[in-house]
């Protein structure tokens, strides 16, 4: 950021900061997610990934399934769209990776499978393709919704 601390509007000092958060996507000075990505990982490692894997005992392989989507997959596929093109779906590769070993209870070192394969026994996309596949999804529905929005109305 340039030295540039506040901005002064109608006699009211504004603050600037590093990073914004909007509609839950966190933004740095330079338009990428690092902190997003940062605060993701965090949060599914922490916490959502170690209180999945307390309760996996007690689950049935589909449902485990079911609630290894709705716990995380659903927070790694929140801003598919904004995720396109960068970097970091690396880091987001390690978190599916780690649910994919919690849902089959495969030990992290001493797992027979690779983690792809891991991901194929799921039926889960990497991180990267679930990105193009969302993207792909949303541009059918818009064009789809264009091409049928004028026969709705006659």
Not at 79 to 102: K, P, T
Not at 114 to 142: C, D, G, H, M, Y
């Amino acid at each position: 950021m340039s030295g540039l601390k506040s901005v002064n509007v109608a006699g009211a000092v504004i603050p600037l900061s590093d990073k914004i958060k909007i509609l839950g996507a966190t933004l740095d000075v330079n338009l990428t997610l690092a902190h997003h990505i940062k605060a993701l990982s965090s949060s599914c490692f922490f916490y959502h990934i170690r209180s999945f894997r307390q309760i996996r005992s007690s689950l049935d392989d589909s449902t485990a399934v079911s609630v290894a989507s709705a716990l995380i997959s659903s927070r790694l596929d929140q801003f598919n769209s904004i995720l396109y093109g960068i970097s970091f779906h690396l880091s987001l590769q390690r978190i599916q990776r780690a649910e994919a070993r919690v849902v089959l209870h495969q030990q992290y070192r001493t797992y027979p499978l690779s983690s792809n394969e891991l991901l194929k026994q799921l039926q889960w996309l990497p991180i990267e393709w679930r990105v193009r596949f969302k993207l792909a999804t949303l541009t059918f529905k818009a064009l789809h919704a264009i091409s049928v929005w004028p026969l709705a109305l006659s």
